[in-house]
């Protein structure tokens, strides 16, 4: 495995994602901002948070595996939420548990969430994007 995630002394431990991870691999991988298109590009989960990030991280992990790599592979996610607001969480947590019994493996990089205005097309509540490095 080129990832190994870890939670260094002297900073919090998040339960959502490790503070810092480590590669070791040969092969960058740049994951675009993932939203939650089904393959024909039709959104999933109009107005609900928890379908739309269960659909984006589904998203991302059909784009890791399309390069050789897996959500074990991820060294970093950033996170676009719309309007994002802390009461948000369990909608957004509910989500990835989702993601997560589908891919088989929790989703636990180093990860940024921003709150912003809006994405590209005004049904979407969220976008995913990856960093991630593969033997």
Request: with cysteine.
């Amino acid at each position: 495995m080129a990832i190994t995630l870890v939670n260094p002394s002297g900073l919090p431990e998040i339960g959502a994602y490790r503070q810092v991870s480590i590669a070791t691999g040969t092969k960058l991988v740049f994951v675009a901002g993932q939203v939650s298109w089904d393959a024909d590009g039709a959104t999933v989960g109009e107005g609900d948070l928890a379908a739309q990030v269960e659909q984006c991280y589904l998203n991302v992990g059909r784009a890791l595996a399309g390069a050789g790599g897996s959500f074990d592979d991820v060294a970093k996610l950033t996170v676009y939420v719309v309007d994002w607001t802390p009461d948000k969480m369990p909608l957004f947590s509910e989500g990835l548990s989702r993601a997560a019994a589908e891919l088989g493996s929790t989703p636990v990089p180093p990860a940024t969430l921003v709150g912003v205005a809006a994405l590209d097309v005004p049904e979407h509540l969220v976008e995913v994007e990856a960093t991630a490095i593969i033997e």
